[in-house]
């Protein structure tokens, strides 16, 4: 079980009401009424809990599970332990968001302002705000309703947050307009100055950065992650998009719906990820590159060039996957000492 100091769970639940909030069926003598009290990992479940299969490498675990319930494959059912319920779907790591989340809703906002926030007398905050303490509201700002927003938070002026989004701790937000239900993590600076400066022996001058930060709808970005405003056009981060912490984000740069950007991950100006985009963990793209829908750049990879929809790269500088592992074994052998 979660820890009750900081999560708070929502059961028991019943079996039949969290596989119709999963969209899973029922499995083979599963109980719709079966009550359960929380979710586990396989191999920590007991008999009052839930846990999920989504990786077969942990059948194993799966068939050794003291879980009361499980959310599997259909294929999988003939592996299950005796006595086990089964909820059944295509999607058991999904469906097992879902379910957890049932068992542990997002914190209710507390409405109003802290006694020691600063909330500027032009900034608009809709309904059902929550501003922590040593938080600072600037002028003009406007906040959409049930919009929380953490201590020591600096929400700059003009500023623009959709409904229910989630602002957390020390986050400094400029020079940008964001859309609902976002998950800001605390730490994240947004709308700083972009990169821009004419290099010159004489001194380098900046470039005013006159753009802004455009954020779409359901965008989480992690902790102390950085998105710099556009110089002129602006950045743009689509609806739906996944940033982990420690990005760099510079600015112009477009990221598509649906993209995903791994720890440590970094994004050079200028660059256009499409939509469903993948950077993993480390991954480096240079400047004024496109990056196809659905591509993925594999960790530390160095990107330089435009890589295809579709594609799958790796390496330093990035080639395809086939190719960079092509050239590992070539390296093998060549180095390869005999007995």
Same mark, same amino acid.
């Given at each position: ?88 779907? #295509? ?114 001058? #900046? ?133």
């Amino acid at each position: 079980m979660a820890d009750p100091r900081f999560f708070r769970n929502n059961g028991p639940l019943q079996l039949g009401q969290l596989a119709e909030l999963a969209g899973a069926k029922l499995g083979p003598k599963a109980d719709a009424a079966a009550a359960f009290e929380d979710v586990a990992p396989l191999e920590q479940a007991t008999a009052r809990e839930i846990s999920f299969l989504d990786n077969r490498k942990y059948v194993s675990q799966f068939r050794r599970s003291k879980a009361g319930a499980c959310v599997v494959e259909p294929g999988l059912v003939d592996q299950a332990p005796a006595g086990m319920m089964l909820l059944l779907t #295509d999607k058991p790591y999904r469906a097992y968001a879902q379910i957890a989340q049932a068992f542990y809703p997002a914190a209710s906002v507390a409405r109003g302002a802290n006694p020691a926030a600063h909330v500027h007398e032009t900034a608009v905050c809709g309904t059902g705000c929550e501003i922590g303490p040593g938080a600072v509201i600037g002028p003009e700002a406007r906040l959409g309703d049930q919009v929380r927003v953490g201590p020591g938070t600096v929400i700059g002026p003009g500023v623009e947050i959709g409904n229910g989004s989630d602002i957390g701790a020390n986050a400094t937000l400029s020079h940008c307009i964001i859309g609902k239900r976002a998950n800001i993590h605390p730490g994240v600076r947004i709308g700083q100055r972009g990169f821009g400066f004419h290099m010159d022996a004489a001194g380098h001058l #900046d470039v005013p950065q006159l753009g802004r930060v455009i954020i779409g709808d359901d965008v989480e970005i992690g902790a102390n992650s950085t998105v710099d405003r556009g110089a002129g056009p602006d950045t743009v981060i689509g609806d739906g998009c996944k940033i982990d912490n420690l990005v760099q984000i510079g600015h112009n740069a477009e990221l598509g719906k649906g993209c995903v950007v791994v720890a440590q991950a970094g994004i050079s100006g200028s660059t256009k990820l499409q939509d469903f985009a993948v950077l993993a963990a480390q991954a480096g793209l240079a400047g004024h590159l496109t990056i196809g829908a659905g591509a993925q750049i594999g960790a530390q990879a160095g990107v330089m060039r435009d890589v295809p929809p579709g594609a799958k790269v790796v390496g330093s500088p990035a080639v395809p996957v086939r190719e960079f592992f092509r050239g590992v074994a070539a390296l093998a052998r060549l180095t390869r000492t005999k007995g």
